[in-house]
């Protein structure tokens, strides 16, 4: 029997999951090379939040990042996560920035790019999986697992069909609030390798203290890989340990053989990083919760919505704003929770219980009611898209939304130019996801010091209307002004207030 593989994630979702994606190219590098080898399937090294993380906070180029790492561990496959039209941002871009940017990653040496969209919805995913093909590397589809009316096992097995058939080199069940137990997740492995002959993955987050067990139920149904980290970014809202991993398959005849020493020599490093990123660092992240079984939401978000409230002084309506959650996201569709799709569920929901359902609505909510980030697996509610079409004086999207969107490319480099930074592809894209990081990156500014990242902010009304007036009303509502920020994106942000 085929011994299952490792892939391991310590350089990407372990410290985005547990130190606020602070680890720095210097701090990985010591380790890269004992990493390498191992033996793991492959490492994730890229995506996610680690480029934002690296011009935003860490004054690095991310491109920078990925050479280093690749001629620092050359053996083992690179891997990175990759949000489908959305790239590693929260909106969506035009196919061909698209297109220039996994060319440009291909081109650093990137191997596995796992793709997927928030709403599962595969006409989002088309191009980026056609251009990593195209550009001779893996193209993994994932599946965005969650919990809902219409997320049954069997119609998230048949989304594996609409991968396939764009043809991606394997399948990846993403758990990315760590809701799966065993038997669901043996029984949609089991539907999914039944169906296709690629390899499947399993990815899960421990917040709720069910991924190793999930993990074993996916080896036992054939999963071909599973993700694991290194202590002390792994398990809580991580990946599993490692070494706990390979305890629990004690006797599996698919238990893989992976160097207890080494990984011993690892734990030691990566607890000195630890402590050097101990003011990112949270017990709270660390420690089963079971309160994501109940709320279905990223763990993250639990811990930094108690503290956002706290900052409106809505401590007292914690229960009720996660209560709203399920309201908004029904509301919206079903939409699984996972970037950006979270953060916006998570701010409707702020949103509805400090004025009322509904009467303020945030733009991002209107978007995903007009369609704009993609077809939601269920109806958006009737109200709901009234409101969306009336405040926006819109039609919901007909077709593949990024077929809306004006190519960029040019623009980007005409821009790049006119501010004295080469307007090469690199620099291009960068500058269209983070535009004034990578300006700031480039030119030597200093950026603007910036709090860790937290999934949803909603601060206070904005200083005095003297100090910053806002219009006194807006299509004919009166007007109230507030900051949003998400993911540390701060944005300010007019709201009409809806009859």
Not at 5 to 28: C, K, P, W
Not at 100 to 128: E, M, S, Y
Request: aromatic share 6%; proline share 7%.
């Amino acid at each position: 029997m085929k011994t299952v593989v490792f892939n391991n994630t310590v350089l990407r979702d372990g410290h985005q999951s547990l130190a606020a994606t602070r680890m720095s190219t210097a701090q990985m590098l010591p380790a890269a090379p004992t990493l390498d080898g191992l033996g793991f399937g492959a490492l994730e090294t890229w995506g996610g939040a680690t480029i934002d993380s690296c011009l935003r906070y860490l004054s690095e180029n991310p491109f920078a990042r990925l050479d280093a790492l690749k001629a620092a561990a050359p053996k083992t496959p690179q891997m990175m996560l990759l949000r489908g039209q959305n790239l590693v941002q929260y909106t969506s871009f035009p196919d061909d920035v698209v297109e220039a940017f996994v060319r440009c990653t291909a081109k650093h040496g990137l191997d596995i790019f796992r793709i997927f969209d928030a709403l599962n919805d595969a006409r989002n995913l088309v191009t980026a999986i056609r251009t990593v093909k195209a550009a001779g590397k893996h193209a993994q589809g994932a599946i965005c697992y969650t919990m809902s009316p219409v997320h049954t096992p069997e119609k998230l097995a048949a989304f594996a069909d609409e991968l396939v058939e764009q043809g991606v080199d394997s399948i990846c069940v993403k758990d990315m609030a760590g809701l799966l137990t065993p038997r669901v997740t043996f029984n949609l492995v089991k539907a999914i390798k039944q169906r296709h002959a690629i390899p499947v993955v399993v990815h899960s987050h421990d917040t709720a203290g069910l991924a190793l067990a999930s993990y074993i139920a996916a080896i036992d149904a054939g999963a071909d890989s599973v993700e694991t980290s290194i202590t002390p970014f792994a398990n809580g809202t991580a990946q599993p340990d490692t070494v706990r991993m390979l305890a629990a398959l004690a006797g599996n005849p698919r238990l893989p053989h992976y160097d207890g020493k080494r990984l011993f020599e690892l734990r030691q490093y990566f607890e000195g990083v630890a402590k050097e990123l101990a003011a990112f660092m949270s017990v709270a992240n660390e420690r089963v919760d079971s309160d994501a079984l109940t709320f279905q939401v990223p763990g993250g978000m639990l811990s930094n919505f108690r503290n956002q409230l706290k900052e409106l002084k809505m401590e007292n309506r914690f229960a009720d704003v996660m209560a709203e959650v399920p309201v908004v996201r029904e509301a919206l569709g079903w939409i699984p929770l996972v970037t950006p799709t979270s953060q916006i569920v998570g701010t409707q929901a702020v949103l509805n219980v400090k004025f009322g359902r509904w009467q303020n609505l945030a733009q991002a909510t209107i978007d995903i009611a007009l369609g704009k980030y993609g077809r939601p697996p269920g109806g958006i509610n009737a109200e709901l898209a009234a409101l969306a079409r009336k405040k926006s004086g819109q039609e919901p999207v007909v077709g593949r939304p990024a077929d809306l969107l004006a190519p960029r490319m040019s623009a980007l480099r005409e821009e790049l130019s006119k501010k004295g930074i080469e307007p090469t592809d690199d620099n291009a894209v960068l500058y269209a996801m983070f535009p004034r990081e990578t300006e700031s990156l480039y030119l030597k500014k200093s950026p603007a010091a910036a709090p860790a990242p937290k999934p949803v902010v909603i601060t206070s009304p904005a200083p005095s209307a003297a100090a910053q007036p806002a219009p006194a009303a807006v299509n004919g509502h009166a007007v109230r002004r507030f900051f949003i920020t998400i993911n540390s994106r701060r944005s300010e942000v007019l709201v009409e207030e809806i009859s």
